[in-house]
């Protein structure tokens, strides 16, 4: 009997141009199971698994394992989540591209390296052609470092999975905030008009206004501000991150734009000499530092004076507990991240870190709270966070599901507790 918006097993590996055996041994992998099973055991699979079994075939050409793709996907995809996932995908793919085409280039220079070698010994062979032991002809030698070049080209594979994962917790953490927070005024406006008035002080200034963000993560504080960049002066606006993946995406995002551009460095050691910068931006990235101290001292460094501007972001005890609270209620196991970051630098103890190398020091609190009756968002919050739900969670996910739609089935109110710190140098 055919089931209307149903296909056999066989049918869907026919679709998906993919063997029988693979579509069975996915399932049997607990990674494509499919949508309905009738009583002789048949399987039938709808349109929402032929998505899911897309991501699952790009991510492994790609180069994930089994683990990894049933780490990085969850049932019920809906459209808001399938299409975030094809953008990801998309920037992985555009990435794999500009590696081959690295790896590609390391080739043929280690290539044209190795003939030239080659020729220059065959040349100095026979200029030693009279010599007693022609094996004392020089061994001239080769330029390894490009060998090495192609050695970590051809090894990216680790870092882009990494990017990937953290371009997709990002988007899911941005997600869950824009949609469902109840002030209207999004973190990111508001945060640009903490810093707006430097902005617009200098107006008739000669020089540009230099700016550097570290940690720029995916860029979301420019272009998300992007029309309310001043037009009646110009801007010199460094956006850097460790990650070079990052600084790949928002590349692409924000193009050519001359204002623009664009570092990789770790911020406990800027590249820039001292009072290069008027203004210093840090959002939510001191509490990842290793020595947030040292980072603050860089800082400090790299402003001018007197009127340099350090605007530094953080979260409160109180932000997001309810969340905390949901899971430890599911499994008590469960610990959503393996510290808390707001201890190591937060809107309690911040202004005593920052004390030690600014004096003026004011702190704004962003007034906010998200409130929501539907499950799926906070899921995928949930499972984006960097701690060990995965572990809990992915093997009883229709179970944990059912547990969150309950909590929020009435409105489920979330704590913000966030804001930032405005630093002067003197």
């Given at each position: ?9 066989g ?8 063997s029988?055996?693979?579509v ?36 492994k050409?790609l ?27 998309k ?16 080739i ?33 030698g080769i330029n ?29 953490r941005?997600?869950l905030?824009?949609?469902y ?6 973190w990111?406006?508001?945060m ?34 992007m ?40 911020c ?5 000499p ?49 969340i ?9 196991r ?11 630098f ?81």
């Amino acid at each position: 009997m055919k089931l209307p918006g149903y296909y056999s097993s066989g049918q869907f590996a026919k679709m998906a141009q993919v063997s029988l055996r693979t579509v069975r041994f996915y399932d049997k992998q607990n990674i494509l199971k499919p949508s309905y099973v009738n009583e002789s055991g048949a399987r039938f699979y709808t349109d929402s698994d032929f998505a899911r079994l897309q991501q699952i075939l790009l991510l492994k050409y790609l180069g994930f394992s089994l683990d990894d793709i049933k780490g990085m996907l969850v049932d019920d995809l809906d459209l808001h989540y399938l299409k975030n996932s094809l953008k990801l995908q998309k920037q992985l793919v555009l990435d794999r591209i500009e590696q081959m085409e690295l790896v590609a280039s390391a080739i043929d220079d280690t290539v044209a390296a190795l003939e030239t070698a080659a020729t220059d010994q065959e040349g100095a062979a026979n200029t030693a052609s009279d010599a007693v032991d022609r094996t004392a002809a020089p061994a001239l030698g080769i330029n390894w470092s490009q060998m090495l070049d192609l050695i970590h080209l051809t090894g990216m594979e680790k870092s882009l999975k990494s990017q990937y994962q953290n371009a997709s917790n990002i988007s899911a953490r941005i997600r869950l905030h824009r949609e469902y927070s109840v002030n209207k005024q999004g973190w990111f406006p508001w945060m640009f008009e903490q810093f707006r008035p430097i902005l617009e002080s200098k107006t008739v200034s000669h020089s540009p206004l230099s700016i550097l963000e570290i940690g720029c993560g995916n860029g979301a504080l420019w272009t998300e501000n992007m029309n309310k960049l001043p037009q009646s002066r110009s801007l010199r606006i460094t956006l850097s991150d460790i990650s070079e993946g990052m600084i790949r995406d928002v590349r692409r995002t924000i193009g050519n734009d001359p204002r623009f551009s664009f570092e990789t460095f770790d911020c406990h050691s800027i590249p820039y000499p001292d009072s290069t910068f008027d203004l210093v931006i840090a959002n939510h990235l001191l509490f990842y530092c290793e020595d947030i101290d040292a980072v603050c001292k860089e800082v400090y460094r790299v402003l001018k004076g007197p009127d340099g501007l350090f605007v530094c972001s953080t979260y409160g005890a109180a932000h997001m507990k309810e969340i905390t609270d949901l899971v430890q209620g599911f499994d008590n196991r469960i610990v959503l991240s393996g510290e808390k970051l707001y201890e190591r630098f937060g809107l309690e103890n911040g202004e005593q870190t920052l004390k030690k190398s600014f004096t003026q020091i004011v702190l704004k609190r962003y007034e906010d709270e998200i409130i929501l009756n539907t499950s799926e968002p906070l899921i995928e919050y949930i499972l984006s966070c960097h701690g060990n739900q995965n572990q809990y969670l992915l093997d009883r996910f229709h179970d944990f599901q059912s547990f969150v739609e309950k909590k929020t089935k009435k409105d489920f109110h979330i704590t913000k507790d966030a804001g930032v710190f405005l630093c002067k140098k003197y």
